[in-house]
């Protein structure tokens, strides 16, 4: 794991050439909960976007160093973009190895919100008695174990939701605010 993580580094420092602002490691393996099927967690922060090229290099690169010994996930933000925060984040890179196939016929993700967070923002934003559904689906995201589901009123959950998406749509004919 060290060699595989070494070697990680290495991509992303050689790729940034003294434009990385620091390279994190984070998730399971630094908070104690690393499991057989645990991905390795790395955040790299730069001061300058990657380019398209950089980007296919990355790709190429993470596709033969992740699975050995485990699948590697890195995502790279620009410190401008993130700093003063805003939300979404936006991520200028993702790898991990749900996008394999993609990655494998080229297809290289563009720049874009990373989502990761959504579920913490929304949880905090839901009434107490249906914050037990999103966040049995986050942990079963972060886990791959989505077990049952009897013991939630989902129906009630999923009612709530439609109709607060309905309730912030704009109504045909209102113009937008500005």
Known sequence: MEEQLDQAAALVQ??????????????????GGLRPTSDLDLLAVSRRPTTPEERRRLAERLLALSK???????????????????YPPRMDFQYGDWLRAELERGEIPPPAPNPDVAAEWSIARLPEAH????????DGYRSGDYG???????RACAAYLVGEIRRSR????????R
Do not use: N
């Open 14 to 31: 050689e790729v940034f050439s003294g434009e990385l602002v620091g390279l994190y490691l984070f998730g399971s393996a630094v908070l």
């Open 148 to 154: 049952t589901w009897d013991d939630l009123d989902i």
């Open 131 to 138: 914050r037990p559904v999103l966040e049995r689906a986050r």
């Open 68 to 86: 050995r010994p485990r699948h590697l996930e890195l995502t790279i933000v620009v410190q401008s973009e993130v700093r003063p925060w805003r």
């Open 170 to 177: 704009p109504r045909r004919g209102a113009s937008a605010p």
